[in-house]
């Protein structure tokens, strides 16, 4: 398998087309941040595109994608961080068919596998850290 490459579909008589690899790993992150237990997808494994890009968050960080060398399949790792007293295995399997079901349908590549790292748990969730955040400012106003 060859890394981190454009996907080009065969060609028709309008023209080519070609998916670049971090359209393919910015699909993988965006459907496993969907997965109820994943709190964020961790920098595990370097991402294409930079995080102060246009100031959006990066779905590529944690997120790599090989493609196969004659065929339209690709293989996924994700490197993520679950939520404390979530089912790590169960969460898993989620992210895997989640991600593997979501590439497919958007890309029309056949996902041969996608292995789920887990590279850490958070006691917090985002939400769960500008509440505390919001709490301790209101608690310090209140003096």
Do not use: W, Y
Request: charged share 25%.
């Amino acid at each position: 398998m060859s890394a981190m490459q454009d996907m080009e579909f065969e060609a028709t008589d309008l023209g080519r087309i070609q998916i670049a690899d971090e359209v393919i790993q910015i699909i993988a992150g965006i459907a496993a941040s969907e997965v109820v237990g994943v709190v964020e997808l961790s920098g595990g494994f370097a991402g294409g595109i930079t995080e102060s890009l246009l100031g959006r968050k990066n779905f590529t960080r944690g997120v790599r994608v090989q493609f196969g060398e004659a065929d339209r399949t690709c293989t996924i790792e994700l490197a993520v961080v679950l939520q404390f007293g979530v089912n790590i295995p169960s969460v898993s399997l989620a992210v895997q068919e989640h991600v593997k079901r979501t590439v497919e349908s958007m890309t029309g590549l056949d996902v041969t596998a996608v292995h789920v790292h887990v590279a850490g748990i958070s006691l917090h969730t985002e939400k769960d850290k500008g509440k505390e955040t919001q709490e301790l400012a209101a608690d310090k106003r209140a003096r």
